[in-house]
């Protein structure tokens, strides 16, 4: 099973409210990743957790929080947001971090922000 | 130097034709050079992807070219079908570093 699965696929909120992206995986990968994807452009890597430890945060807005609870799961908190955040937001994993394994994308979760 | 220039931004090809998708490279660290697939309301899925050390690598009707010395890396799509329109990233990467992406290449194929 390569499955990456994201919940909810699409989601409206206003920038006052707070909510979170989540996103799981059974395939024993080690390596997470959140990107978000405007329309017509590539996917931006915004965080990586290894062994879930926070790796890499691309200089990320606060308003973003990532959590990574045990080796399956990923959240994204949101909290604060601006319309400029709406967007496809992507979860993918891989084996390991950092040896150019296969990234496996979910569907991605579309978020709208009023 | 550590973008990816892809070209075309979008390509139309007739059913059964021949699509190539192009990419250029700056940063002679990167040795791990994927192509992902991208179809409408879907995350992206690795297609095919090569190391510097072969200078050509087929799987099916894709195959990938490359060319170290040039820093190019290109797509080409045999008997192009319907079903292989979709959006075409390259990326580039070497280890211990994210991928770095192309713009992107929108195909359509003609029936």
């Known amino acids: 099973d390569t499955e990456v699965t994201q919940t909810p696929k699409h989601l409206v909120m206003g920038m006052t409210n707070k909510k979170s992206l989540k996103c799981e995986q059974h395939?024993?990968?080690?390596?997470m990743y959140w990107y978000k994807q405007k329309a017509k452009k590539p996917p931006e890597l915004m965080f990586v957790?290894?062994?879930?430890?926070?790796?890499i945060n691309e200089s990320v807005p606060s308003r973003f929080s990532p959590e990574c609870p045990n080796s399956s799961l990923l959240n994204l908190h949101l909290h604060a947001l601006q319309p400029e955040d709406s967007a496809l937001y992507l979860c993918?994993?891989?084996?390991?971090?950092?040896?150019?394994?296969?990234?496996?994308f979910g569907p991605g979760t579309r978020l709208l922000v009023l | 130097q550590q973008q990816v220039k892809q070209s075309p931004q979008s390509l139309i090809v007739q059913k059964g034709g021949i699509s190539i998708i192009n990419c250029a490279y700056e940063n002679t660290a990167f040795d791990y050079f994927p192509w992902y697939q991208q179809f409408p309301g879907k995350g992206p899925a690795l297609l095919i992807a090569?190391?510097?050390d072969v200078s050509e690598k087929k799987e099916g009707r894709f195959t990938i070219s490359f060319n170290k010395s040039a820093k190019q890396f290109s797509l080409h799509i045999m008997d192009s079908q319907p079903g292989d329109s979709a959006t075409y990233f390259c990326a580039a990467s070497s280890r211990y570093y994210q991928l770095i992406w192309g713009a992107g290449t929108k195909l359509i194929i003609k029936p």
């Open positions: 957790y290894s062994y879930e430890k926070l790796s």
């Open positions: 395939m024993g990968h080690r390596a």
């Open positions: 090569i190391r510097p």
């Open positions: 993918a994993s891989s084996l390991t971090w950092g040896l150019q394994e296969t990234q496996y």
